[in-house]
């Protein structure tokens, strides 16, 4: 019997997803209050930062929650500075 994808990856990879899909989870909702937009329009402005600025999206996400708690690191997140500095 040949194994599936779903063998090729281990427990840590599949929790490492889950934490990485609910930073973005998390970072559309702090966008949703920044912007008081729908899921939708957050959703699709996080993914354009993405495409556009070609940081991956868990870095990005990062950036946006700790700018917006007030614990970035100085010099960190200049994308989320230059695109969304003004709603910080």
Same mark, same amino acid.
């Given at each position: 019997?040949?194994?599936?994808? =779903? ?9 490492? =997803?889950?934490?990485?899909?609910? %930073? ?8 949703? +209050? $920044?912007?008081? /937009?729908? %899921?939708?329009? *957050? $959703?699709?402005?996080? &993914? ?14 990062? =950036? ?5 708690? +007030?614990?970035?690191?100085? +010099? /960190?997140? *200049? ?5 969304? &500095?003004?709603?910080?």
């Amino acid at each position: 019997m040949e194994p599936g994808i =779903a063998a090729t990856f281990t427990l840590s990879d599949l929790i490492a =997803a889950i934490e990485e899909r609910r %930073q973005v989870e998390i970072a559309i909702g702090v966008l949703m +209050g $920044l912007r008081n /937009c729908s %899921q939708d329009d *957050a $959703l699709t402005d996080f &993914g354009d930062a993405v495409r556009e600025s070609r940081v991956k999206a868990i870095d990005l996400a990062t =950036a946006l929650i700790e700018a917006a708690d +007030g614990t970035l690191p100085p +010099g /960190c997140g *200049a994308e989320v500075h230059r695109r969304w &500095g003004h709603l910080l």
